[in-house]
């Protein structure tokens, strides 16, 4: 079963607010409580409207990588490691180029523009795949790429240290780089693993 | 170690966007008005975020001045300091995975309260570039073509979340600490 994120964010915002709220009433700080309240809105508030700049530059020069074509070059250089990682998508079939295409956006870390194209990817998956309520190893392999998103330009986070004063906000840009591909690096692992446990589960 | 790492992260995006604006001409994309389309969307994103913003910010501004993060410290301090994870970034190595727009407040949280240039900081920015909103792709990719299995996709996505975060705190400590 696929659990929901939008269930567990719930519980998540409760946890933090209940467990401060009885916290403070213990140790008399309630008076306090509005203040914190009203003092943490208004930063979110400017928080969110200092990423305006950045967006709007960012999110134009993604829209010209979009319509340039930019992507199909990546693709091309991306193929042989697609064909590794979907032995069970022929490499003509239109799943392949979907997901080519989703794995070039993640990296040049387009972020939403990514999602109708995995999408994309999912419905071809879908029509491959003999058992329509379980998910088949490419598909897993597929969202274990999705899930950990290879990504060379994080841009919300460079946003964001900008929009907080940074002197430098694509210091993190080596680093993210570094982290990222162990944890697809991890997420590639595993996926092989678990696929291999189940194949010979399957099996017996 | 540090120069390079320096070198990379000033040049990567003056020449992206150099290279994308060459290619684009060369291709005979009309650049600016392209520019201009895309760039309108970046009020109504920023705006749409306001709500995830003071959510979270309310939500973790309650926990923290109330002393409940100290408490909730002190509690799992024994384990973090053995894998040597700083404990202020707890919160959003929990958030990640379920919330993308709920993790990028916590990482705003943390920037403000330590600065964008302090390890925390830094260590935070890393992580939140370092995996995507496991839960929210699960969810989207499988619901939309209604897969009620989904296998051992959690498991993987969970384990590659908490394999990106480590890597975030060591690479951060080994390159800025």
């Given amino acids: ?204 | 170690m540090i120069s390079v790492f320096a070198t990379i992260s000033a040049w990567a995006i003056p020449t992206l966007v150099t290279l994308v604006m060459v290619y684009a001409s060369w291709k005979r994309i009309p650049i600016f008005d392209t520019f201009i389309e895309g760039g309108k969307e970046g009020f109504s994103i920023a705006i749409s975020l306001i709500p995830y913003m003071v959510a979270m910010l309310v939500a973790i501004g309650i926990f923290r001045e109330s002393g409940a993060f100290d408490l909730f410290v002190s509690l799992i301090d024994p384990v973090t300091s053995l894998v040597g994870i700083p404990n202020e970034v707890l919160p959003l190595a929990i958030m990640r995975p379920i919330s993308g727009n709920g993790a990028l407040a916590l990482s705003a949280e943390i920037m403000q309260r330590y600065g964008p240039d302090s390890l925390l900081g830094l260590i935070s920015s890393t992580m939140q570039g370092s995996t995507d909103t496991t839960f929210y792709v699960l969810t989207v990719y499988f619901g939309s073509v209604g897969i009620r299995r989904a296998k051992y996709s959690l498991t993987v996505g969970l384990l590659s979340d908490i394999a990106g975060f480590l890597a975030a705190v060591l690479v951060c400590k080994w390159v800025f600490g």
């Fill in chain 1, 1 to 204: 079963m696929v659990k929901g994120g939008g269930e567990v964010i719930n519980k998540f915002w409760l946890i933090f607010i209940l467990s401060g709220m009885i916290i403070a009433a213990v140790t008399g700080k309630m008076g306090s409580m509005t203040q914190v309240i009203l003092d943490n809105a208004e930063r979110g508030v400017s928080v969110a409207l200092g990423l305006v700049a950045i967006l709007t530059f960012w999110l134009g020069i993604m829209k010209i990588i979009e319509k340039s074509g930019l992507l199909r070059l990546l693709v091309r250089g991306l193929r042989p490691v697609a064909k590794f990682l979907f032995p069970s998508v022929p490499l003509e079939h239109p799943a392949m180029s979907s997901i080519l295409m989703t794995m070039s956006a993640d990296i040049m870390g387009m972020g939403s523009a990514a999602t109708p194209m995995g999408l994309q990817a999912m419905k071809h998956l879908q029509e491959l795949n003999p058992d329509k309520k379980t998910a088949s190893p490419a598909m897993c392999t597929f969202l274990a790429l999705n899930t950990s998103s290879i990504t060379l330009i994080p841009t919300s986070v460079i946003a964001l240290r900008a929009a907080s004063g940074s002197l430098n906000p694509t210091m993190i840009v080596p680093t993210a780089i570094v982290a990222t591909c162990c944890s697809t690096a991890v997420a590639i692992g595993f996926d092989r693993l678990f696929r291999f446990l189940n194949a010979r589960r399957n099996g017996k």
